[in-house]
């Protein structure tokens, strides 16, 4: 099941971009919810998670402090807040859930969903 990333776009250094992760007919209570992104000819990496039960969130030194992950559950969705935004952050970034967010890096995804484009002008 394709989980879908939203709210990508153009914004200038040191702005601000709110990420959306999405399902479609499945809730998200019971999943860790891990964000990850990929940057023009790199691999995709992962960057922060979330677990089911909010106890844990997770960040990638490259986001830590700029970056903060959180759960709405009455809208069943999981939002990616990234302030301070640096040209580094250029990248497709996608969604998707696993059981824990240990190992984020090693989750099997078999199907990524579209994800969305953020573009950080410096």
């Known amino acids: 099941v394709q989980l879908q990333a939203s709210g990508g776009g153009l914004v200038q250094a040191v702005g601000s971009l709110r990420l959306s992760c999405t399902a479609a007919?499945?809730?998200?209570?019971?999943?860790?919810i891990g964000w990850f992104r990929q940057k023009p000819g790199k691999e995709r990496e992962g960057i922060s998670c979330?677990?089911?039960?909010?106890?844990?969130?997770t960040y990638a030194d490259s986001v830590k402090g700029r970056f903060s992950i959180s759960r709405d559950k009455a809208e069943n969705t999981v939002t990616l807040q990234m302030d301070n935004l640096e040209f580094e952050d250029t990248a497709i970034y996608y969604c998707?859930?696993?059981?824990?967010?240990?190992?984020?890096?090693?989750?099997?995804?078999?199907?990524w969903g579209q994800g969305t484009q953020v573009t950080v002008s410096s």
């Open positions: 998707a859930k696993d059981y824990s967010c240990r190992e984020l890096d090693r989750w099997y995804i078999p199907s």
């Open positions: 979330i677990s089911a039960s909010e106890l844990t969130k």
């Open positions: 007919g499945f809730s998200l209570d019971h999943y860790a």
